[in-house]
């Protein structure tokens, strides 16, 4: 009896020990799952290829205006719209009587000139010989002599100047092809009173290879190189694709369109295509650099700002960031992130900045 009376605080005790035990881990699990458990993945580095469709215009490779630079009247049209020219043709003659009157005076004068100095260098020679004489001639003599001479040394150059400048006037007369191509338009007739710069006389334009116009917006910007390939359509072409490489850029943004200026070159030497038309071009492009990309599902679209709702240490960091190209599932973004972050993989409004989660990782997005 004594033995069971002494047993009984030890056994209380031990009964208190487990029922400790036992409170202890309830409250251990209830803090777990009074946590919410979300889906994370790591964040992936890598460079994003990608294909991109953009509206495109075929333009002729070189194309002008021309005007008239002095006054006159249409003397003869040799060409019409549609006519095929070769460098140097003949296109246009405008009549000026005015410009070759001042060219004839010019040729009348030098001839004068020239007849003049030829003159008053023999004198200048003969006098030369007759100093060699001692008292034939005085020196005063034969300095005013040179001093003739010399003038109108002076005076035929100038006239030369003169030709030279009135012949070229003259030759404006005569409007030339400045390369190879073909007339687009004919916008006067002969007898037409045209004059220095006022109205445009034709348009030329070389279309036996095009340029083919395309403006890259800013996002895709940095993914395009000199290696680009492309390849366009036209409806006047249905079912045929032509392949075109990379051909120059502006390198700055055009500042209306916020768009990189883009041209593929392309023979045209078959005629096969028009100028003017409008294409639809299929761009294969590359990022210069690694990129980070996340499931779209992760990012969180606000009235102010886009998130990613990071994990760190079993809480959330929201971290703002802007997107860029989209691809499948995945999402190009940039912020303050790193390759191998850990973020939830559905992102809502609910999640704040220091909530403490069960992260439960998926492989998922491993080979997106």
Not at 138 to 143: A, G, P, R
Not at 235 to 243: D, M, R, S, V
Not at 252 to 274: G, I
């Amino acid at each position: 009896m004594k033995f069971y009376i002494k047993s009984i605080p030890f056994y209380l005790l031990t009964l208190l020990l487990i029922a400790c035990g036992n409170s202890e881990n309830n409250v251990k699990k209830e803090d777990k799952s009074s946590k919410p458990t979300y889906q994370v993945t790591r964040i992936k580095s890598d460079t994003l290829e990608y294909e991109l469709s953009l509206p495109g215009e075929l333009k002729p490779y070189e194309e002008v205006t021309l005007y008239a630079k002095i006054e006159g009247f249409v003397e003869k049209l040799s060409v019409d719209r549609g006519d095929v020219v070769t460098k140097g043709a003949l296109l246009l003659s405008i009549e000026a009587p005015e410009i070759q009157q001042q060219l004839l005076a010019a040729r009348a004068k030098q001839r004068e000139i020239a007849e003049k100095l030829s003159f008053s260098g023999q004198n200048f020679q003969r006098m030369n010989r007759a100093s060699e004489v001692e008292g034939a001639i005085s020196s005063i003599e034969l300095e005013q002599t040179k001093t003739r001479f010399m003038g109108d040394s002076a005076a035929l150059s100038a006239v030369k100047a003169e030709v030279a400048a009135a012949a070229q006037l003259a030759g404006y007369r005569n409007i030339k092809a400045p390369f190879d191509g073909v007339v687009t338009s004919r916008l006067v007739s002969p007898g037409a009173l045209v004059g220095s710069g006022k109205e445009p006389l034709l348009k030329l334009a070389r279309e036996d290879k095009l340029r083919l116009v395309v403006a890259i917006p800013s996002k895709h910007a940095n993914a395009l190189s000199t290696n680009t390939k492309a390849s366009f359509t036209v409806n006047g072409a249905p079912g045929k694709e032509f392949p075109v490489s990379f051909s120059r850029s502006s390198r700055a943004l055009d500042p209306d369109l916020r768009s990189l200026m883009v041209e593929f070159d392309y023979d045209n030497s078959t005629n096969t295509l028009s100028a003017g038309a409008y294409a639809q071009v299929h761009l294969h492009l590359r990022r210069n650099q690694p990129t980070l990309k996340v499931p779209a599902s992760s990012i969180i679209t606000t009235t102010t700002q886009t998130l990613i709702a990071k994990v760190k240490s079993g809480k959330i960091q929201m971290v703002p960031i802007t997107t860029g190209i989209s691809k499948g599932e995945m999402v190009e973004v940039y912020g303050n992130l790193e390759s191998g972050d850990q973020i939830i993989i559905k992102g809502n409004s609910t999640l704040k900045n220091g909530m403490s989660i069960n992260a439960v990782n998926t492989k998922k997005y491993a080979n997106k």
